[in-house]
């Protein structure tokens, strides 16, 4: 079975099934990290950014040709987080390294 998977500015990853009308699943809500966390947890912003959204906008989506399982999100933060359709609560990874938005992803052959 093919499914379309979207991501948006409101942090939701969605994957979308056409079998028996069109349904959607979310996989992922991205949360906003503080700046050099990499633990993979989704941690909710600080106190002190109480007025910001608590998601991070997603601005690109790559999935890994390998494992259909895993995919990474690019970030408005400038963080890229690795995540796996098995686990909506959590990151497997955050890769910090961009002080702007990610825009695009590629996996290398």
Same mark, same amino acid.
């Given at each position: 079975? +093919? ?20 349904? &959607? ?20 912003? /600080? /106190? ?8 991070? +906008?997603?601005? &690109?989506?790559?999935?890994?040709? +390998? /494992?259909?399982?895993? @995919? ?14 098995? @686990? &909506? +609560?959590?990151?497997?990874?955050? @890769?910090?390294?961009? &002080? ?10």
């Amino acid at each position: 079975m +093919e499914v379309l998977v979207s991501a948006a500015s409101d942090g939701r990853v969605i994957q979308w099934s056409v079998r028996k009308g069109l349904r &959607s699943t979310a996989l992922m809500t991205v949360k906003r990290v503080r700046g050099g966390n990499s633990s993979g947890v989704a941690a909710a912003a /600080d /106190d002190s950014t109480a007025n910001i959204a608590r998601s991070s +906008e997603v601005m &690109s989506l790559g999935f890994d040709p +390998e /494992d259909a399982n895993n @995919y990474l999100v690019g970030t408005s933060d400038g963080h890229i987080h690795s995540c796996s359709c098995s @686990y &909506s +609560e959590q990151f497997l990874g955050t @890769y910090n390294g961009h &002080s702007g938005p990610v825009y695009s992803l590629a996996w290398s052959p």
